[in-house]
């Protein structure tokens, strides 16, 4: 694109789909001083981020001489990144009912590189029946999508179960993004005062933001460090700080994070990604040290942002980095007010070419914002687990 800074010197062959762009045309738009850069993930054969925490985790899976891997995914990003490696793996997917039927052609290219994919929940697992029979139109949540495969991964001794956000380890594989970053915006002498993403586990927001918290913390810098998380889904925002569970059955071990209780089942918004009851310990953990700050956006303020973005610049966002272009726009038109210069840098994520449903009901006038019920975060709230009474491994 014409009117952007294409930065690929300083990047590896294999990751050569990982650019960063100044949204010179966004920020002509928006009138405003602030310099807005993102750092693009979807280049990749599909789409987004995923591929950076896939690769390696398939990889080990494989040299262990693992047959079979088992996955959750909401959205279908992480379905596709993940079987994009597992293609030599026997491999099987749950799928969120709410994606699986929004988003047929997620499932349709898990398909193609060869995995099973089930709508969760399934009748296939102990875990899936007991939410059919309490709810037999459930539109799932990553949160029992999880419950799925670990139950089958715990049943079969030759299975292991992958995740692709949350856990540690994903969390270091990204950072492969702000280590990029770091080097792309030293490369055009640009320092970030703000540094923004949405926040569904926390895996893109923090694979971009620990780098340079780790710069902020050594006093080379001194960015804020912003994450955004959906108004129907806000764990960081308005959920508590506690050990619970990473799945709804409560299969997994106890995790202290932000949580809305592992029962809560999110609305179906349209960013699939970010409809995850808990945050990532890590994430919660730095929150909880104030080095960065959150806020919570509806969907039809997001998607507002993303047509202003891609009508600018040429790229359509998945709905779940929406909500950090929405953000960066805040941020931007308050530039505006105060006639501040500050440089924006914000996590684009993914593509939305498999999201378009959406953008149609949104350019219909369709989308609403999905009212956010305090009673059902207090019930699932109650039913978190009280550390040490209940100890997994
Ligand atoms: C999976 C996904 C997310 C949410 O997961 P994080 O771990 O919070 O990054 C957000 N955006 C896209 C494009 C995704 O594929």
């Given at each position: 694109?014409?009117?952007?800074i294409?930065?690929?010197?300083s990047?590896?062959?294999?990751?050569?789909?990982?650019?960063?762009?100044?949204a010179k045309r966004?920020?002509?738009?928006?009138?405003?001083?602030?310099?807005?850069?993102?750092?693009y993930?979807?280049?990749?054969?599909?789409g987004?981020?995923?591929?950076?925490?896939?690769?390696?985790?398939?990889?080990?899976?494989?040299?262990?001489?693992?047959?079979?891997?088992?996955?959750?995914?909401?959205a279908g990003?992480?379905?596709?990144?993940w079987?994009l490696?597992?293609?030599?793996l026997?491999s099987?997917?749950?799928?969120?009912?709410?994606s699986?039927?929004?988003?047929?052609?997620?499932?349709?290219?898990?398909q193609?590189w060869?995995?099973?994919?089930?709508?969760?929940p399934?009748?296939?697992?102990?875990?899936g029946?007991?939410?059919l029979e309490?709810?037999?139109?459930?539109?799932?949540?990553?949160g029992?999508?999880i419950?799925?495969?670990?139950?089958?991964?715990?049943?079969?001794?030759?299975?292991?179960?992958c995740?692709?956000?949350?856990?540690?380890h994903v969390?270091?594989?990204?950072?492969?993004?702000?280590e990029?970053?770091i080097?792309?915006?030293?490369?055009?002498g640009?320092?970030?005062d703000?540094?923004?993403?949405c926040?569904g586990?926390?895996?893109n927001?923090?694979?971009?933001?620990?780098?340079?918290?780790?710069e902020?913390l050594?006093?080379?810098?001194?960015p804020?460090?912003?994450?955004?998380e959906p108004?129907?889904?806000?764990?960081?925002?308005?959920?508590v700080y506690?050990?619970?569970y990473?799945?709804?059955?409560?299969?997994?071990?106890?995790?202290?994070?932000?949580?809305?209780g592992?029962?809560?089942?999110p609305?179906?918004?349209?960013?699939?990604?970010?409809?995850?009851?808990?945050?990532?310990?890590l994430?919660?953990?730095?929150?909880?040290?104030g080095?960065?700050?959150t806020?919570?956006?509806?969907?039809t303020?997001?998607?507002?942002?993303?047509?202003?973005?891609?009508?600018s610049?040429?790229?359509?966002?998945?709905?779940?980095?929406?909500?950090a272009i929405?953000?960066?726009?805040?941020?931007?038109?308050?530039?505006?007010e105060?006639?501040?210069s500050?440089?924006?840098?914000?996590?684009?994520?993914?593509?939305?070419?498999?999201?378009?449903?959406a953008?149609?009901?949104?350019?219909?006038g369709g989308?609403?914002?999905?009212?956010?019920?305090?009673?059902?975060?207090?019930?699932s709230?109650?039913?978190?687990?009280?550390?040490?009474?209940?100890?997994?491994v």
């Amino acid at each position: 694109m014409a009117q952007s800074i294409f930065l690929s010197a300083s990047v590896k062959p294999q990751l050569s789909f990982k650019v960063e762009f100044r949204a010179k045309r966004l920020e002509k738009l928006l009138d405003t001083p602030a310099r807005i850069y993102y750092k693009y993930e979807g280049g990749s054969p599909a789409g987004s981020h995923k591929p950076n925490t896939a690769v390696p985790q398939v990889w080990y899976n494989a040299h262990q001489g693992v047959k079979n891997v088992v996955t959750e995914t909401g959205a279908g990003q992480w379905g596709v990144r993940w079987l994009l490696r597992a293609a030599c793996l026997i491999s099987t997917v749950w799928q969120v009912r709410a994606s699986y039927d929004q988003k047929p052609y997620r499932k349709l290219m898990m398909q193609t590189w060869g995995a099973k994919v089930h709508p969760s929940p399934s009748n296939i697992t102990q875990a899936g029946r007991k939410i059919l029979e309490n709810d037999p139109s459930s539109p799932g949540s990553l949160g029992i999508a999880i419950s799925e495969a670990v139950e089958v991964a715990t049943k079969n001794a030759d299975t292991k179960y992958c995740l692709g956000s949350v856990l540690n380890h994903v969390l270091l594989h990204q950072t492969v993004i702000g280590e990029e970053c770091i080097k792309q915006m030293e490369a055009i002498g640009e320092t970030p005062d703000v540094i923004i993403g949405c926040t569904g586990g926390g895996s893109n927001f923090g694979g971009l933001a620990f780098p340079f918290i780790r710069e902020k913390l050594s006093g080379k810098i001194n960015p804020l460090i912003r994450a955004v998380e959906p108004a129907a889904c806000p764990s960081l925002t308005k959920g508590v700080y506690a050990y619970d569970y990473g799945d709804t059955a409560g299969m997994t071990p106890l995790m202290k994070m932000h949580t809305l209780g592992h029962d809560f089942i999110p609305d179906p918004i349209h960013a699939g990604g970010l409809r995850y009851h808990g945050m990532a310990p890590l994430i919660s953990h730095v929150y909880e040290l104030g080095f960065m700050e959150t806020l919570a956006i509806a969907q039809t303020e997001c998607f507002a942002g993303a047509i202003q973005f891609a009508r600018s610049e040429g790229l359509i966002p998945a709905p779940e980095p929406t909500h950090a272009i929405a953000a960066t726009i805040r941020e931007a038109l308050h530039c505006r007010e105060t006639g501040e210069s500050k440089v924006i840098l914000m996590a684009m994520c993914g593509h939305g070419h498999f999201d378009l449903p959406a953008y149609d009901k949104y350019l219909q006038g369709g989308l609403v914002d999905l009212s956010f019920s305090e009673e059902r975060i207090k019930a699932s709230l109650a039913n978190i687990p009280q550390p040490g009474l209940k100890q997994t491994v």
